[in-house]
């Protein structure tokens, strides 16, 4: 994780949200069928470090699942949608737009195949609450390309932490997509 993201330096996530009226969700710990389960400052220097030192290579989904499913939960299924949310995104959008850029939205990919080895709902869920966000997006005239279920499971790595990391083909099948978007919102509307 890059600190100068959380620093407060010019142009951080938190001065993002600050501008336009977020506020960044707390690093607390949290709890899960039982298991607590610390926020990701305390877990990146314990439960991380032991799960990465466990891997093999090539990788598996994890030593301790239960703990991987916990975490997948409180990242990917849990945070609920708040479509006043979205005014974040319209405004920065607004001030991209009043510099004479275009904006593209995306929603990046989300291991399904993770989430439904633990839930076969979880899939449902994540699916259900994309959609709201393409909703939302839509209602603001914002352009989206929505790679949220576009992935096979051989395309992420670091299953083991609960974290969304690509593999090089899935950065490349991403970032294939998002250039092809871009190329398609050059031509003049």
């Given at each position: 994780m890059n600190s100068a993201l959380y620093a407060g330096a010019p142009g951080s996530y938190?001065?993002?949200l600050k501008a336009y009226g977020g506020?960044?969700?707390p690093d607390l710990p949290f709890s899960y069928k039982g298991m607590q389960i610390p926020g990701y400052a305390a877990m990146s220097t314990s439960w991380l470090l032991e799960e990465q030192s466990l891997m093999p290579c090539p990788e598996t989904d994890g030593h301790n699942l239960a703990w991987v499913e916990g975490v997948t939960f409180h990242e990917e299924v849990a945070p609920p949608f708040d479509p006043a949310d979205i005014r974040i995104f319209a405004a920065l959008a607004e001030a991209v737009r009043a510099s004479g850029k275009r904006v593209l939205m995306v929603l990046l990919p989300i291991d399904v195949d993770?989430?439904?080895q633990f839930n076969r709902d979880w899939p449902r869920i994540v699916d259900s609450r994309a959609a709201a966000v393409r909703q939302a997006l839509g209602v603001l005239d914002l352009p989206l390309l929505d790679l949220s279920d576009t992935l096979p499971k051989d395309d992420f790595i670091d299953r083991w932490?609960?974290?969304?990391?690509?593999?090089?083909?899935g950065r490349l099948e991403v970032a294939s997509?998002?250039?092809?978007?871009l190329l398609k919102l050059q031509s003049p509307q």
């Open positions: 938190f001065d993002i506020k960044p969700e993770l989430l439904g932490c609960g974290c969304v990391h690509l593999s090089q083909r997509a998002i250039a092809a978007e």
